[in-house]
Nanobody, 120 residues
Framework: QVQLVESGGGLVQPGGSLRLSCAAS????????MGWYRQAPGKERELVAI??????NYADSVKGRFTISRDNAKNTVYLQMNSLKPEDTAVYYC???????????????WGQGTQVTVSS
């Protein structure tokens, strides 16, 4: 199995910064894409940022403020969030597309989520 463990959420004032981390562990053979999604109360889960061999993509709402990065040696993905706004408040979920040591196919895995609250 594969586990994704997130950290770094919390309460921050508007204009502040937070850095989220997500470490993947388990029977990992290879990781294709890693990314971050978020879900605000009453809304659907949406893509925030994703990184893969093909590059990175961001939601329009976070471009220029958020930066996704990845440490392949550590199977870890980060999300640096700057200039945070109240509308960024949500539960942030890590996602990874992983091929395990005992599978021939890639599977989709999720972390447990970490709360980010932007409020004064």
């Amino acid at each position: 199995q594969v586990q994704l463990v997130e950290s770094g959420g919390g309460l921050v004032q508007p204009g502040g910064s937070l850095r989220l981390s997500c470490a993947a562990s388990g029977s990992i053979f290879s990781i294709n894409a890693m990314g971050w999604y978020r879900q605000a109360p009453g809304k659907e889960r949406e893509l925030v940022a994703i990184t893969s061999g093909g590059g990175t993509n961001y939601a329009d709402s976070v471009k220029g403020r958020f930066t996704i990065s990845r440490d392949n040696a550590k199977n870890t993905v980060y999300l640096q969030m700057n200039s945070l706004k109240p509308e960024d408040t949500a539960v942030y979920y890590c996602n990874a597309v992983v091929k395990t040591s005992y599978s021939t196919r890639y599977g989709n895995y999720w972390g447990q989520g970490t709360q980010v609250t932007v409020s004064s």
